[in-house]
């Protein structure tokens, strides 16, 4: 199955929604007014877009029909196409070399799906040949620290962890440690994620990161946000805090085939200018892929 057929498998509710309502708009006329545009920008809203991304999308769209003379079904939806993809950007990938340590560093709100994505992830990796280690450092939640732990059963990896409510930083200097004791190639940190207090979060994320800056100043560091696509535009919310307070180098967007939100890549991406690195479209082990932007809007919007 290619990236476009596990996009639009996962992303089905989205695109139905979007689709339907496309399709109702257009089907009078197939020539867009200015009533139908305006019921455009609310459809797109509806999915999570945002607001600030619809009304750019239809100005672009206005612009094009000013210009043009062109208002057909057509042509809106290319430019929809178009805007969307300049939105979110060129693909991001993760890159990392065996040989010498990787560090991936999970942040985000409780309830995103961080520990499952360290587990998914953890599983990908090793068939791909990696040595991996996994740091149970959100020691906020004994669920949290039981759960990597059976993700380690899972993909036989050593799962580094101390009792719930030790110090984090302590758990990411041990897991440092052993990563580098047993030449592994990637470390993979869960990490806790309360907003409620912004500046403990803060010193929190700050004292983990200067923990690997100096026992691992060799290692290459990949700060990845994890949101929930099913929160609608609370994702967008998260991903404005965390990018204040971490060092957030791409995101991994959860659960998107579990309603019609699916729009809200779009919104986080207009907001935060981070790459999208990875979509999570089932609950599959394998179902955490790499985000493709051509597959992904292609999957949101009906056919030309």
């Not at 057509?74 to 693909?91: D, S, T, Y």
């Not at 990896?157 to 047993?182: F, L, M």
């Not at 060799?218 to 307070?245: C, H, M, P, R, Y």
Request: glycine share 8%; proline share 2%.
């Amino acid at each position: 199955m290619g990236f476009l057929d596990v996009f639009k498998k996962g992303l089905k509710k989205t695109r139905d929604f979007v689709s339907d309502g496309f399709n109702k708009i257009a089907a009078n006329m197939g020539v867009f007014d200015e009533d139908m545009l305006d019921e455009l920008e609310m459809l797109l809203v509806q999915a999570d877009i945002g607001a600030r991304s619809a009304t750019w999308l239809m100005d672009k769209i206005r612009t094009h029909i000013k210009k043009t003379g062109d208002a057909s079904r057509e042509a809106v939806l290319n430019q929809l196409r178009v805007g969307m993809l300049e939105i979110v950007g060129k693909p991001g990938r993760l890159d990392f070399q065996k040989g010498s340590l990787n560090i991936i560093l999970l942040v985000g709100v409780n309830g995103t799906g961080k520990t499952t994505t360290a587990g998914k992830l953890c599983s990908r990796y090793q068939k791909e040949g990696f040595r991996t280690i996994m740091g149970a450092a959100d020691t906020f939640r004994a669920a949290a620290i039981d759960q990597l732990k059976v993700w380690g059963e899972r993909t036989s990896t050593p799962v580094i962890s101390h009792d719930e409510g030790s110090d984090p930083a302590a758990v990411v200097y041990d897991s440092i440690k052993a990563a580098q004791a047993r030449k592994a190639d990637l470390l993979i940190l869960d990490t806790a994620g309360r907003l409620h207090n912004k500046q403990n979060l803060m010193a929190e994320l700050a004292k983990i990161r200067r923990i690997i800056d100096r026992e691992a100043p060799e290692a290459k560091v990949e700060t990845l946000l994890v949101i929930d696509a099913t929160t609608g535009q609370n994702a967008v919310v998260q991903a404005q805090v965390f990018s204040e307070v971490a060092q957030v180098s791409g995101l991994i967007i959860t659960k998107m085939d579990g309603n019609a939100k699916g729009g809200v890549a779009i919104a986080v991406s207009q907001e935060t200018h981070t790459p999208l690195y990875l979509a999570g479209l089932g609950e599959g082990v394998d179902d955490l892929i790499d985000f493709d932007p051509d597959s992904f809007v292609a999957s949101l919007l009906p056919e030309a």
